[in-house]
């Protein structure tokens, strides 16, 4: 652990220690509308420690608590989290070759963590970028969910605090980076307009699954690129 503070330089950790801080204030919120939302107090943070996914607890949370299907809160979490297949690919290299550290990596894995490792040049400073990120926002952010957890317990109203915003946020910062491609904003805008329709007539939870009708719409639109001819030489 000493050599990987020593890799990052002061303006790297800087900006780990922002994120950490920034995923705390989002724990804390979290764990604030699961409580008051009628879940025990230990089931945000059994969640944080073993699913350490913070769009996938939200999203767990958000739909049990509208009256959904706990088992489609979890498939919606799963498939949320179905971007870590080839985030694991990206950073295998990363996690070294011991199963040990190759498990515990794992569990690390989130956006946050891979996104500063693969923004470094060598492997070094990626190994150490990793490490430090997911270790540093395991700490920050179950011990968010616990201060929010106990604050819930006192809050009988999170809307009126604003935490409710939390969870649409995190799913908006999740997925405006992707909108910058053309080809992924008709599939978006597809699933969005199909979940808007389905939400009246079917249960809470499943207008979020039915939005894939987009991502099969968006594929069968792409049509395969036209050959170009060879030139006379």
Not at 39 to 67: D, E, K, N, R, T
Not at 154 to 175: H, K, Q, R, Y
Not at 202 to 222: D, H, Q
């Amino acid at each position: 652990m000493r050599s990987i503070w020593r890799t990052l330089d002061r303006g790297l950790a800087r900006d780990i220690g922002l994120v950490c801080l920034a995923d705390a204030l989002v724990g804390v919120s979290y764990g604030a509308i699961s409580v008051s939302s009628g879940f025990p107090l230990w089931a945000p943070m059994l969640l944080s420690l073993l699913v350490f996914a913070g769009a996938s607890q939200f999203m767990f949370v958000g739909i049990v608590a509208a009256g959904g299907n706990p088992l489609a809160a979890v498939v919606a979490g799963l498939l949320v989290n179905a971007r870590h297949v080839p985030f694991g690919f990206a950073i295998g290299d990363v996690l070294g070759t011991r199963w040990a550290s190759r498990i515990a990596g794992s569990h690390l894995m989130i956006d946050e963590s891979v996104a500063f490792a693969l923004a470094q040049k060598d492997s070094g400073r990626k190994r150490a970028a990793y490490w430090a990120c997911g270790a540093g926002l395991f700490v920050c952010w179950n011990l968010g969910v616990v201060l929010g957890a106990f604050a819930g317990t006192a809050i009988s109203d999170t809307d009126a605090f604003g935490l409710d915003a939390a969870f649409p946020a995190v799913l908006l910062a999740l997925v405006l980076p992707s909108l910058r491609d053309r080809t992924t904003r008709l599939p978006v805008l597809l699933g969005v307009v199909a979940a808007l329709i389905a939400t009246p007539f079917l249960p809470a939870g499943l207008p979020v699954l039915f939005a894939l009708v987009g991502v099969v719409a968006g594929a069968a639109a792409k049509e395969p690129k036209a050959r170009e001819p060879e030139g006379v030489r």
